[in-house]
Structure formats: structure tokens, C-alpha cells
């Protein structure tokens, strides 16, 4: 025990004399290190990114789509072109995955209205008449009085849910609930406010094709009765009439592992049922999490590799060195061996001197990545707010990490071991020494 720990206060003493080259020596191993850190957290981060955007979207949800297609489409289904645009998802649709899905929750929405309008304060609408299903499906929670309830739907009373950002534009001041909101001119009693739901940018938001912040939900009953399946948008110069009966419909599967085969099914049933025509489309959040982890992995082969590059240049430059230092100390080691010291004690003392440097090095590189990892997660969204320079990086950008132990672990036993094996050549060249040569030199 003395003699290992004698040897390992001379090998730090050797390293401490030459302290600007034993750091440049572990600098490969210091930036592999946190290469692979850095690598992994980004892998991580995007990972749980997508698990939180399924979260909020409805990891079981399938949701199909309305869309105006083509006018060419439209010719070659053979449907005349008018002054009414038909097309989209209808009733009998949703009977029909009904019948086919007996065990999920089959969820309908439709658009209506072209205004929202409160006192002089007009925006474009984005109400939809839904049933209650909608709020399980979506996961929205509501943050003051309550949801859409089936009496509402029986009694196509109008009644409204509304948005955070639509309680915010339109009741800065009050209380929304039980004050009147209007959709062009039919006024509707807010009877809840939703939660914020935080889909106003990236993947989520193109799945969900909106900010649903800015939603408006009615009875679809009293969207029905009241707006009918014909609307109009009005735009600068032009008119659209079209007739949609249904905007969107969310199908749950009741399990996740049924996700991916029922939106298959779903795809079949759409296409038997709109021949020739793509009027309907279809988003799987499932999705999300599947591009994630394609992510991840590209993640991890590209800087997996730079950092396997980083830490062989480590390792090659702490062989060097260590060559380097076994020339210049060659008498050292001939008057240590004619002392009594015996090859193994002088293999001992350089290898001490290699884990030092590949250990000190690693755990300076799991500092290093670990901040770096945080300042990514912390410091790009504040890249848009610096001042001169903001306005070149979008308002949402961001770079998620997700710091694992396993990650720190492996990448420091790594850097260890590769200093340890590139460190074993010069050590028993060292030790290798014949003692009167060495006495001789210099």
C-alpha cells in the first residue's frame, strides 16, 4: 500500500512540474468527453421533447382532417366545379369508423363562423362545435368554471369554452365566465376557460394545424342547427363558399400499441370512401415519437463519431507525450532502477502518471459537458431577445437536453480506459530501460 501510494505522489509530482503540458495532453480527452455528453443530452432532450408534445396532443389519437383539394382532383373524381366547394369528412364518415371501431372514442369538430366579436374587438373565428369526448381526447384542462357537457350537446344550448389567449384578447380585465361572446352575430355564454396549452409552435402545432390557445368549442349541435354546412370566407377581393360537414374527427385508440394499425385502417377507410380525391388528411402524434428517435440516433452516430475521434486524438496525444517523457527522463529511470526499483515499479509510476491525466481530463470534460448542456437548454431560447443579433434565430428556437447518468458514466470509463491503453506502450518502454544505458544518457 505505502509503495502504491508513494508511486502515485510522484507520479502527480512529475505532472505538477509540467502543468501547461499535462493540460494540454488531456485536452482531447477533456473535449471527447463532453462531446458525448452534449451528444447524448441533445438525443435525450428531443426525445422527451416529442414524448411532451404527444402528451399534450393524445399519445392514442388519430386525427383526420379536412382539406380543400385540387381543382384537377376534383375534375378527374368527377365533381363539378361550382360556386360551393364540397368536400371533407362527413357524418356518414364518422358512422362508419363508428361501426369499424367499436372500442375507440370517435371525436368530431367542426369549423364555423368567420368573426369573433366582442364589443370593437374583431378577430378571425377559430370555433369549432364538438362534443365533450374533446377534452379527454385533446387533453385540455380547464382552468376556470367547466367543459362542454352532454346536456349542452341534448339541448344545442349556446354555450362557449374558450382559449387562454381568446380569454386574454377578448376579457383583459373581467371575468369571462357567464359574459357573452359572439361568432358573427350569434352570441354565445362562455361558460369555461381552458388552460394554456402551449402548441403555438413546432411539431405539435403542424399536427394540430393551429394555435389551440386561440380555440373556440360549442356544442357541434348548436353548430349544426345555427351555422349549417355551408360557410363563406370572405378575403380581400374574393368569396368562398364551401360545404363541409365535418372539419376534423379524433379517433382514440383504447391502447397505444393499436396506434400506428388503426391509422392504417383508418388511411383504407378514407380512401374507399373519397376515391381519387385527397380532400381528407391524416396526423398520428404517435408519429412524433418515432421521428425523435430517428433523431436521436443521428444524434448519437454523427457526434458518437467525432467524439470517438476526439477521445483516439486524446489518447494518441497523451502516447506522445508520454514518449516524449520517457526520453527526457531516461537517466531518472536508470538511477531509480540502480537503486533497486524493478521494471514493474517504473511501469507503475508511468501508467499512475496516464490514469491521472485521462481521469483528471475526463472529469473536467463531464464538467464541461454538463454545463454545456445546460447553457444549450437554457441559452438558445434567449438567442431571439438579445438585442442585433436576435432578429437572425426564430422567435421559438430552442435546443432541449436531458442529462442522463448513464451518458456521464460511459463517457468518462471510456476516456479513462482509452488513456490507460494508449499510456501502456510508453510505460513499458520505460520500464524496458536497461539501467546503465540509462545512467549513461545525458
Known sequence: MFFLLETTRLGLTNLRL?????????????????????????????????LLQIDRLGARNVILRSQKPPDEQRQKAGQQQGWINKYGLTRDDVEVMRENFPD?????????GNQMVRGSIRKS????????????????????????????VDETSNVAVIGADVARQYFKLEDPIGETLRIDDRAFVVVGVLAPIGLAGGAG??????????????PITSADRIFGDITMKWGSGSRQISNVQLSEVYVVSPDRDRVMADSKRLARIVDTRHPKIHDVGMKVPYELLENAERMALTYKLVFGAVAGIA??????????????????RTREIGIRRALGATQRHVLLQFLVETSVISSVGGIIGVV??????????????????????????????????????SSIVIAFGVAFVTGLVFGIYPARRAAAQDPIVALRHG
Open 104 to 112: 375507440a372514442v370517435i371525436v368530431p369538430l367542426k369549423e364555423v
Open 205 to 218: 402545432a403542424s399536427l394540430v394545424g393551429r394555435d389551440m390557445d386561440l380555440d373556440m368549442h360549442i
Open 311 to 328: 477521445l483516439i486524438v486524446g489518447g494518441i496525444g497523451i502516447m506522445n507525450i508520454m514518449l516524449a517523457t520517457v526520453t527526457e
Open 368 to 405: 464541461l459537458g454538463i454545463g454545456g448542456s445546460l447553457f444549450l437548454d437554457w441559452g438558445v431560447p434567449m438567442l431571439p431577445k438579445l438585442p442585433y443579433v436576435g432578429e437572425f434565430f426564430p422567435a421559438d428556437a430552442a435546443l432541449p437536453t436531458s442529462l442522463t447518468v
Open 18 to 50: 509540467h502543468l501547461l503540458r499535462t493540460v494540454l495532453t488531456a485536452l482531447g480527452i477533456i473535449l471527447g468527453v463532453a462531446a458525448v455528453i452534449i451528444m447524448v443530452s441533445l438525443g435525450e432532450g428531443s426525445k422527451r421533447a416529442a
Open 125 to 152: 373565428s377559430q370555433a369549432f362545435g364538438t362534443t365533450p369526448e374533446l377534452r379527454t381526447a385533446a387533453n385540455l384542462t380547464v382552468a376556470r368554471g367547466r367543459y362542454l357537457v352532454q346536456q349542452d
